[in-house]
């Protein structure tokens, strides 16, 4: 679970922490790491930084944060509140620097483009905006993302709050949905087809009897 906000125990953080109850609660280990802890410096100019065997020269502990953290887990958590429209610029260069393990020049592409995919993903964003549109391209750029890295998005829940701790008076019950979105993140159905997609014609299975 990646809290990318810089505030400690803010409204992402509250999120989290009920998306993280609701998983153990499932029987699930749940990792909790801020970002700011691990990453702290943004994507630079590989040809200046890289070291001479194509390894990451840059010296924060972002490496240790992807191979203890991140690759381990089955599923990610990625917690932002919403900045000008989009997520956190941390979280943004934990994302942009996947690229420094996954390009060809890379000694550990073989083992991190493989360990990257095939997880669940879920994301949680905090904004003081409640009109759909605040969030909407972030949504996308998630959708967009997970797909990329071939990621199951089980779900996105948005809380409305600004002020810490705000987002547990949000009337829609966030943190009620996070906590059911980490009891089913470990085997929620994603479903996205295409045409010729082999699928039943239900999307649940057969209704159950009471
Ligand atoms: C730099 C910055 C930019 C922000 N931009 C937006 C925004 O575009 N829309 C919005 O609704 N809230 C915006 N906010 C408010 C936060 O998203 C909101 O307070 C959120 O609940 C904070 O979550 P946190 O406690 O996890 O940091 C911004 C806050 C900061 C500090």
Redesign the pocket.
């Known amino acids: 679970m990646l809290d990318s906000?810089?505030?400690r125990e803010?409204?992402?953080?509250a999120l989290a922490q009920a998306l993280g109850k609701g998983a153990e609660e499932a029987g699930h280990t749940v990792d909790f790491v801020r970002l700011s802890d691990f990453v702290r410096s943004p994507l630079d100019d590989c040809r200046e930084c890289r070291l001479s065997d194509g390894s990451c020269g840059i010296t924060d502990d972002y490496e240790r944060l992807l191979f203890d953290h991140v690759l381990p887990a089955d599923a990610i958590v990625y917690a932002t509140?919403?900045?000008?429209?989009g997520m956190t610029g941390r979280l943004k260069s934990f994302l942009d620097r996947f690229f420094c393990y996954t390009s060809a020049s890379s000694p550990h592409t073989a083992e991190v483009v493989p360990g990257l995919m095939h997880k669940r993903a879920a994301v949680l964003i905090?904004?003081?905006?409640s009109y759909r549109g605040?969030t909407l391209g972030l949504e996308a750029q998630f959708q967009e993302l997970t797909r990329y890295l071939r990621q199951d998005l089980a779900g996105i829940v948005v809380g409305v709050?600004?002020s810490?701790g705000e987002?547990e008076r949000d009337p829609a019950r966030p943190l009620e949905a996070a906590a059911d979105l980490g009891r089913r993140l470990g085997d929620a159905h994603v479903t996205d087809y295409r045409l010729d997609t082999d699928r039943p014609n239900r999307v649940w299975g057969p209704p159950v009897e009471v």
């Open positions: 906000s810089p505030r803010g409204n992402s953080w509140p919403l900045h000008w429209y905090s904004c003081e905006e605040a709050g600004n810490r987002v």
